[in-house]
């Protein structure tokens, strides 16, 4: 929506200062562009680049998949395996930046780009969590955390969302968690 607004003539002319258009709403709308970017972007991650199946002839493909995810299903509780490299993390993001320059007027892009660091810091979070925390049964994180777990120890084809599972609906890749007769303690 942010985006035809952005790529308007008339849009991008406009102050935040005019009395009929408050700011708040063009802000807030950009940054949730950015966050639900992020899940996009994590789940398209997850599912082509970190489970992709290398060549057997190439080995520098071989260690680069075990490098940036392969290790992590080896060892999922290792807590320094959780979080996404520093180095691809900028590359990501100065990619993100240049791509969103592209279609947004002014610094809107900026605000999307806020969106989606801050989804992708949440995103950290939540997967450090679904690793080494104890949700609730009754919370969305333990949906979240079986989730994820039958992810890594099952179904490695399938469930890539894990900060949320919208686009592995979208997609088709949703897991089908089996109603349990008593809940895990984590």
Not at 1 to 28: E, G, K
Not at 135 to 156: G, I, M, T, V
Request: net charge positive.
């Amino acid at each position: 929506m942010i985006f035809l607004i952005a790529n308007d003539p008339f849009f991008c002319s406009m102050t935040f200062r005019a009395s009929y258009v408050s700011p708040c709403i063009p802000v807030v709308l950009s940054i949730s562009e950015g966050i639900v970017l992020w899940t996009l972007i994590e789940y398209s991650l997850h599912r082509w680049v970190f489970h992709m199946e290398p060549s057997g002839k190439s080995k520098l493909m071989i260690y680069f998949h075990f490098a940036i995810h392969g290790l992590h299903h080896k060892v999922p509780f290792d807590s320094r395996r959780l979080v996404f490299p520093p180095f691809p993390a900028a590359i990501i993001t100065f990619t993100i930046y240049k791509l969103t320059s592209l279609f947004f007027c002014d610094s809107t892009h900026l605000l999307v780009i806020a969106g989606g660091l801050l989804g992708y810091v949440v995103y950290d979070m939540i997967h450090f969590y679904l690793h080494h925390g104890a949700p609730d049964e009754n919370s969305y994180f333990y949906h979240l955390k079986r989730y994820h777990n039958q992810h890594h120890f099952a179904h490695h084809n399938s469930g890539f969302g894990i900060s949320s599972v919208f686009w592995d609906k979208i997609f088709g890749t949703a897991l089908h968690l089996r109603k349990l007769a008593k809940s895990i303690k984590w």
